[in-house]
């Protein structure tokens, strides 16, 4: 495979419940992003990863917890949840910062019922 | 208020027509980046501007920075239903890609 792959591709799930967002990239970068893009607003930067290490928080509610075990692998792991966080949630991954653009999954298409 | 402010945030269009789209700000960047976001998809990288005044082109989209890099603008010519998406600047904003609200394009056949 190449380029970045995200899974689930769909997800609903209850606010109680606890479930996990992959993403693996196949271009050897160094970082690796989640973004949540929600209707009528901007694409959210949430976490940033740059050689397996947090970047960036950005003030993310706990009940989001990202986890980069190596640099082709990110998660995004999801617990008690509010309807307010249905949204598409985008990987992305970069080599060097930003000046070679960011290389985005196609998202999973989380649904909180 | 945003970093970023894209216009029009709708375009729903006749295939073969024109259209310009703006990206505006008031801060001044080093470099910008234009990208479209098709249906079910994430966003797919089509050009980095670099020089204020700097124009670019990608076969019928063209692509301008601002004299003092504060703006860009995208125009595409004979529009095709290919052409449907969401259009999305982004700048470096703390080391980190920050995104405008985006235009919305619609190509109708």
């Known amino acids: 495979e190449t380029g970045v792959t995200q899974t689930p591709r769909h997800l609903v799930m209850g606010m109680t419940n606890k479930k996990s967002l992959k993403c693996e990239q196949h271009?050897?970068?160094?970082?690796m992003y989640w973004y949540k893009q929600s209707a009528k607003k901007p694409l959210e930067l949430m976490f940033v990863?740059?050689?397996?290490?947090?970047?960036e928080n950005n003030s993310v509610p706990s009940r989001f917890s990202p986890e980069c075990p190596n640099s082709s692998h990110l998660f995004l792991h999801l617990h008690t949840l509010q309807p307010e966080d249905s949204a598409l949630y985008l990987c992305?991954?970069?080599?060097?910062?930003?000046?070679?653009?960011?290389?985005f999954g196609s998202g999973t298409r989380l649904t909180v019922v | 208020t945003q970093l970023l402010e894209q216009s029009p945030q709708f375009l729903s269009i006749q295939e073969g027509e024109n259209l310009t789209v703006y990206c505006n700000s008031s801060?001044?960047?080093?470099?910008l980046q234009w990208y479209r976001q098709e249906p079910g998809e994430g966003p797919v990288l089509l050009v980095t501007?670099?020089?204020?005044?700097e124009v670019k082109k990608l076969k019928r989209l063209t692509f301008q920075f601002g004299d003092a890099r504060k703006d860009s603008s995208l125009h595409i010519t004979a529009a095709q239903p290919g052409d449907t998406g969401l259009y999305l600047c982004?700048?470096?904003?703390?080391?980190?890609?920050?995104f405008g609200g985006g235009t919305r394009l619609m190509v109708k056949p």
């Open positions: 992305a991954s970069s080599q060097d910062g930003w000046n070679y653009g960011y290389t």
């Open positions: 271009l050897g970068h160094n970082a």
């Open positions: 990863y740059s050689l397996e290490e947090r970047v």
């Open positions: 801060s001044v960047f080093s470099s």
């Open positions: 501007v670099v020089t204020g005044g």
């Open positions: 982004a700048v470096n904003a703390g080391n980190m890609l920050t």
